[in-house]
């Protein structure tokens, strides 16, 4: 088992991506990177602001070492999606590229069909691709087939911090994929992360959880120590589940005591 | 010239290309990317793609998102 994470031709060691979103200010947002240990950061692509064409821009609170995964939230359309990551790959900062196109707008729900068209597109034209999907095993085999180099199922819906409501689609995914399986969405706390890694999922991504918790910062360094424990579980492999109880102390050699 | 930036109309005087644009309204080359008619700008472009009047103009920047 490898101890690094391999998506595509980018190796990160950090099993952790962290959203930039929803941050109070950009240098809260930078803390809590630095906290998190994170190699691979998502951000949005937006018009620019006219009136305020000197906004400081978010690279420049982004670390060196950490990567850019630019999405395509808030596409409802292949066309739409394609069009946001070649204007990502056009801003220069790499093939990367978080697909995510949603079919329900209350649910943020992703949208299967054009999904899995704008993969097989965006494949093609040599995107790497990391795909935000629902936790169908099925879907999963024909976006690995499609060339996805990660796969990422939601956990419950974007924002909710419901965690991971289908513990069981981590190991559905894992036996039927031949890419990453990262759990994205719906994460909220430290147990969730530990969780979904224990399960075996290769990595997990976490925006509001950390961005809005009260301590922002303390937040990003227990997901840290939650992604790390969860894998190390993982690879450990954990007991078998018993019905009963069985002694830890030996059940020979007790003295005679209370005659 | 009339442009349409960014969904709304904009009056630029004397603007060639798109660096020329990104220059009248103050916007860094490095940090953006552009469409024109729907049309991808590569920043290498920038200085010889053309804006013509009526065009339609999409100028964008990566923001903190999920």
Known sequence: MSNVLQIGDYTFRSRLIVGTGKYETHAMMREAIDASGTELVTVALRRVNLNNPDEPSLLDFIPENVRILPNTAGCYTVDEALTVARLARAAGIGTLVKLEIIGDKNLLWPDPIATLEATKILVREGFTVMVYTTPDPVLAKYLDQAGAHAIMPLGSPIGSGQGVLDVEAIHRFKHRVSVPVIVDAGIGSPQDACLAMESGADAVLINTAIAQAKNPVLMARAMKLAVEAGRLGFEAGRMPRLAQAAASSPTSGMMALGQ | ?66
């Open chain 2, 1 to 66: 010239m009339r442009l349409i930036i960014n969904g709304e109309p904009r009056v630029l005087p004397g603007t060639g290309n798109v660096k020329d644009m990104l220059d009248r309204l103050g916007v860094d080359h490095q940090t953006v990317a552009v469409m024109v008619n729907g049309e991808i700008v590569v920043r290498t472009n920038f200085e010889t793609h053309p804006v013509r009047d009526n065009d339609t103009v999409e100028i964008v920047r990566f923001v903190g998102g999920g």
